[in-house]
């Protein structure tokens, strides 16, 4: 159920920067998430597809790419990429690790027509 919080997060954010860009429509949404943040990026499309009518974003569809989680073992030294299954150091076994990455979740970049019109060509994109 975080996923109606983060989508109204998420569509307020995306509309005003379309805005500020002169934007007309939102086609796409490019989302990066972190594999420990739990995000489903199916639910964030059925919320933005029903908090989305009637705004610049409405048929947005919903693109995401899964950031793996890096750690640093604490007593071997070494970093390496975990899953959220195998919480262990891939090189010693410890327990022991310092979380770098796996909890991202940000707007990559999304793709906008610039005055809404269908016929403008697609894949004008914010980054």
């Given amino acids: ?19 500020a860009a002169g934007a007309g429509k ?6 990066c998430i972190g594999r420990l943040r739990g995000i489903v990026p199916d639910c964030i499309q059925v919320y933005l597809d029903m908090l989305s009518e009637g705004t610049i974003a409405e048929g947005a569809q919903i693109t995401a790419e899964f950031l793996p989680v890096q750690v640093l ?6 970093q390496g990429e975990i899953t959220p299954h195998h919480l262990q150091c891939p090189y010693c076994g410890s327990l022991r690790l310092k979380l770098l990455s796996g909890k991202e979740f940000y707007i ?8 809404g019109d269908p016929s403008t060509a697609p894949g004008h994109g914010l980054e």
């Fill in 73 to 78: 073992c604490r007593d071997c030294g070494r």
């Fill in 26 to 31: 939102i086609r796409k949404i490019h989302l």
């Fill in 1 to 19: 159920m975080h996923e109606l919080s983060i989508t109204e997060h998420l569509l307020a954010d995306c509309i005003q920067r379309a805005q």
């Fill in 108 to 115: 990559k970049s999304m793709e906008v027509d610039s005055n």
